[in-house]
Nanobody
Framework: QVHLEESGGDSVQAGGSLRLSCVGS????????LGWFRQAPGKEREEVAT???????TYATSVKGRFTISKDKDKNTLYLQMDNLKPEDSAMYYC????????????????WGQGTRVTVSS
């Protein structure tokens, strides 16, 4: 059974950094398409970053140059390094899997973690 579990959310000041983790279980998650999403109160869910089997990444314009998505296949873990955080980055962050797709072109996100909250104060 596919399971994703996020951690690493916290409250930080603007300009600070956080690293989110998402551990996959039930399947070799890092061999497939994975992504990070976020949703702030009253806003629609936003795709933040994706990474496919080969390590090809995509980023939302709002986070490009500040966030880095990566994965560790030995730990079956997905990461999101977030630097130079801004108050508008405050949201619940979710990792998701497009399983069993190895590439992220279709974006059929069918498995989700429970989320981890990030709060950035000015």
């Amino acid at each position: 059974q596919v399971h994703l579990e996020e951690s690493g959310g916290d409250s930080v000041q603007a300009g600070g950094s956080l690293r989110l983790s998402c551990v996959g279980s039930g399947y070799p998650s890092t061999k497939y398409c994975l992504g990070w999403f976020r949703q702030a109160p009253g806003k629609e869910r936003e795709e933040v970053a994706t990474i496919d089997r080969d390590g090809t990444t995509t980023y939302a314009t709002s986070v490009k140059g500040r966030f880095t998505i990566s994965k560790d296949k030995d730990k079956n873990t997905l990461y999101l390094q977030m630097d130079n955080l801004k108050p508008e980055d405050s949201a619940m962050y979710y990792c998701a899997a497009d399983y069993p797709s190895t590439y992220c072109a279709l974006g059929n996100w069918n498995f989700w973690g429970q989320g981890t909250r990030v709060t950035v104060s000015s």
